[in-house]
């Protein structure tokens, strides 16, 4: 198969690569997209440590596997747990301290023709749901995690910091269950996409906001002293963004002020595949470009700069 | 009267400060005693940027008031709120926007003969507590707040970093409650000091406990990377430290393992009274020693020695 590989120093395009074999529980699946993430790109700064295939966005049709899936058109929940410890028994497969993650950690992702994934963690998407759209299941996973998790502040004042792909999604999910939402943006080409989207924009240099809920999206570790500065008392600050580096931050005034800093991940796949299929999350004004595979290297080098879209790979 | 005073540069034992005059709503209280804490060491760092007399953790006889309060033993609740905010009314007076803080910020402390304090936060004290044990409310009001915020781990395995004398009101109040609580200690001291109240120890080195709740006693910028590393997947750390300094911690894990932080400043003082009371909260252990008020300059020198136990100013 042909894919990208990351091996700790460089990312390159690789003709072949020996195709995954199937195991017991798993499917080949064929990518019809794979989408780059912000992780990715941190992936390529040292998160983790990965080395292999990254991506863990995908959606693709099952080539080998069992008879009721092959055929089928699949995206992929990103934990590979191991079923069997307390944590997998308990129902949080997501936090299974010997999983692997798609992608990301000891196992090869989706920027490849051909990903092996457990048949446990593949949904069939619906059909009235295009291949473009349900690449997106992942982030918009990713961001109902975040509603579920900020519900003690449903229906307040929220702020998300980062108009990014990401970002714009958690805007969406927690504008959908009723909070006020304003999003911060660093550029006009954000503020459109905020706008496009009918949710309010605000911009870096506003005043302190005094948000009951602020959503770090930033991928930065600076946005969490932004964050910071726009809680209020009491309040609560969801940190989204997982990156390589240190954060150097005070954090005297989340004590002071009695914050509330919720780390969140991976979200449940089957509330982001009804949004989609209903249409109540609205994906394609985030869709920067698809590329082709083969030009992968230079869709990563893309990926980061400022204002970009998401950026699909196309086998 | 006579008070510490610490200017910004210095601190410094000050024998004619004028007597604070008796305002509209307060009353002044004679201090028995004053408790140095670390949050006065961290002013004396630059902490909140305060000027004037510190103080903040006492017990005295009200002087002037109200007459249902004069000659009462008292302790003081130290957020002056306004009563009339928004925060104030929905019953979040301690973090009125308008407050002041005695000895933190804006209003003058206890490290003095005598000190003026609205007599709405006011307590009188059980005649069956004495001066010595009373002086703690502050900080054992403290340990009841970080409770009051914990509940959803209530009864696992906690762990408490920092064997300072907060954090062994907090080992207490977690363990009263059903917590399986063990303490870090750094020093043979505090080991001691931890098992003498029936709790177990841990060493600093020890392997990542995956508590489910980590509590952030140290006082330290420090305390916090120690933390997350014993901290379980989806656990808690609650964050009681005020810190001068900035933090420089890695939150990825925080991220990844969707771990939830917790700032957490002061608390009510109706059940840390009644702990008192009850003798349900032993003080005593953490006691290190009276001082004059007029040698106070070296105790705030000495009590941020490692393993210093709490050391009370005599007026």
């Not at 080539?63 to 997998?88: K, M, Q, T, W, Y």
């Not at 619906?126 to 995690?145: I, K, L, M, N």
């Not at 595949?273 to 109540?280: P, R, S």
Request: glycine share 12%; net charge negative; aromatic share 4%.
């Amino acid at each position: 198969l042909r894919a990208l590989i990351w091996d700790g120093a460089h990312a390159r395009f690789v003709h072949d690569v020996p195709d995954p074999t199937l195991m017991p529980g798993t499917a080949i699946v064929r990518v019809l997209y794979a989408g780059i993430c912000t992780t990715d790109l941190q992936i390529l700064a040292g998160y983790m440590g990965f080395r292999g295939i990254p991506g863990h966005e995908m959606v693709g049709v099952v080539e080998d596997g069992p008879d009721h899936l092959r055929g089928r058109r699949v995206v992929a929940e990103i934990n590979f747990s191991c079923g069997r410890c307390p944590s997998c028994l308990a129902g949080r497969g997501r936090h299974c301290p010997s999983r692997a993650v798609m992608g990301i950690l000891g196992a090869d992702g989706a920027f490849a023709d051909l990903v092996r994934v457990p048949t446990a963690n593949l949904h069939v998407v619906p059909d009235t749901v295009s291949d473009s759209v349900a690449v997106f299941t992942e982030p918009v996973a990713a961001a109902y995690r975040a509603e579920e998790q900020t519900r003690a502040f449903a229906r307040g004042r929220t702020l998300v910091v980062g108009a990014g792909k990401l970002g714009l999604l958690l805007a969406q999910v927690l504008a959908q269950r009723g909070d006020e939402v304003s999003v911060m943006c660093r550029s006009d080409t954000a503020r459109g996409r905020v706008e496009m989207l009918a949710l309010r924009a605000v911009p870096m240099e506003c005043a302190p906001l005094g948000a009951d809920l602020v959503v770090d999206a930033t991928g930065s570790p600076e946005g969490l002293a932004i964050a910071l500065e726009h809680v209020r008392p009491l309040g609560g600050l969801l940190l989204k963004s997982t990156v390589a580096a240190d954060h150097h931050v005070g954090l005297a005034r989340l004590v002071v002020d009695e914050v509330t800093l919720i780390g969140s991940r991976c979200g449940p796949f089957e509330p982001a595949l009804a949004a989609l299929e209903a249409g109540q999350i609205a994906v394609e004004p985030l869709l920067e470009a698809v590329v082709p595979l083969d030009r992968g290297v230079d869709a990563l080098a893309q990926a980061g700069l400022p204002g970009k879209g998401k950026l699909l790979l196309r086998p």
